[in-house]
């Protein structure tokens, strides 16, 4: 079955670095997303992308985040100068117009910012 | 209460048993889709119900819909060790194109 793929699994860096997120949505799949999961609370929205361009953002998504679509198969969030409250499970996720809007998510990757 | 609340936050029960989780939510909605999350995993997704449909089955699972009462349940019939994790409902809200809004999920624990 396809499946959202996301790299790293887990990652660790230093306060104030950029960090790279990186996804593979199931591919033939239009609709993109980014979510994330602070330790024991909800999950939340932070972004929606189509056609090359974000369609939704949350207040969370401020100006330290970007997403990009770099090819045809990579998803990427980038976090420019990470904060230790950025420390999250960060969730890809995509659908199809035709998937009755069903949303597949990868397995997530862990941030930890020290 | 916000939008997607699940009840309750936790249940445990005997293998075999059934399980009902409760979803609530405050404003219209597209369409609510079921998650399982595995403890540090990520979300599966289980089912999806339109706002125009009121119940729809999947292998074990039932899922309700009442838009008048603005909530939801989930059951599992017959449950398995394997069925322990957490089951979040989300909604996609109308007007919205595609974005989901978590509940805070049920702990579901099934007892072998």
């Known amino acids: 079955e396809p499946e959202v793929t996301q790299t790293p699994s887990h990652q660790v860096t230093q306060m104030g670095q950029e960090v790279i997120l990186r996804c593979v949505p199931i591919s033939n799949h239009l609709y993109f997303y980014w979510y994330r999961q602070i330790l024991g609370q909800k999950v939340e929205f932070l972004v929606s992308?189509?056609?090359?361009?974000?369609?939704?953002k949350s207040e969370i998504f401020d100006d330290q985040f970007s997403v990009e679509r770099p090819d045809g198969s990579n998803f990427t969030l980038k976090i420019r100068s990470t904060k230790l409250e950025d420390s999250a499970m960060y969730f890809c996720a995509s659908s199809n117009l035709f998937s009755g809007n069903t949303i597949y998510f990868g397995e997530g990757s862990w941030l930890t910012v020290v | 209460s916000q939008q997607g609340e699940e009840d309750p936050q936790a249940l445990s029960i005997q293998e075999g048993e059934n399980a009902t989780m409760n979803c609530s939510y405050k404003t219209s909605i597209n369409n609510l889709q079921w998650y399982r999350q595995n403890s540090g995993r990520g979300l599966v997704h289980l089912i999806l119900i339109r706002s125009n449909e009121r119940e729809k089955h999947s292998g074990r699972l039932r899922v309700t819909l009442d838009t008048s009462k603005k909530s939801s349940s989930l059951l599992i019939t017959a449950s398995r060790a394997a069925d322990t994790a957490s089951y979040f409902c989300a909604t996609v809200s109308s007007g919205s194109a595609r974005q989901l809004t978590f509940g805070s999920g049920t702990q579901l624990t099934v007892l072998p």
């Open positions: 992308f189509y056609n090359n361009e974000i369609s939704e």
